[in-house]
């Protein structure tokens, strides 16, 4: 089992930034592509950002809603992955999760073996 845990959500105005962290254990963290979802009220959870395994490389995935704005980076000595999320909207409010897939990066949810609690983003307007 991997045990994901999310941290630094929040409430931040429109147009200013938070940095969420996904600490994770139990496993093998290189061997992990993680991913970044999040699920606003009454909607489905969606796909935000995601990485591929810690080695040779990691490339890096995003939904056209953070294109430009959200950047998700690993660092394997920690453990952790993070999602840096600039220039907020009202409209990036949910409750943000993170994953884990053991093998290739993939944007589809279902397909990811681990999934923290999440971390809740409140943008007001």
């Known amino acids: 089992q991997m045990q994901l845990v999310e941290s630094g959500g929040g409430l931040v105005q429109a147009g200013g930034s938070l940095r969420l962290s996904c600490a994770a254990s139990?496993?093998?963290?290189?061997?992990?592509?993680m991913g970044w979802f999040r699920q606003a009220p009454g909607k489905e959870r969606e796909f935000v950002a995601a990485?591929?395994?810690?080695?040779?490389?990691?490339?890096?995935y995003y939904a056209d809603s953070g294109k430009g704005r959200f950047t998700i980076s690993r660092d394997s000595a920690k453990n952790t992955v993070y999602l840096q999320m600039n220039s907020l909207k009202p409209e990036d409010t949910a409750l943000y999760y993170c994953?884990?897939?053991?093998?290739?990066?993939?944007?589809?949810?279902?397909?990811?073996?681990?999934w923290g609690q999440g971390t809740q983003v409140t943008v007001s307007s």
């Open positions: 990485i591929s395994l810690g080695w040779p490389g990691s490339a890096t």
């Open positions: 994953a884990a897939r053991n093998g290739a990066t993939v944007t589809l949810q279902h397909e990811y073996d681990y």
């Open positions: 139990g496993r093998t963290f290189s061997r992990y592509a």
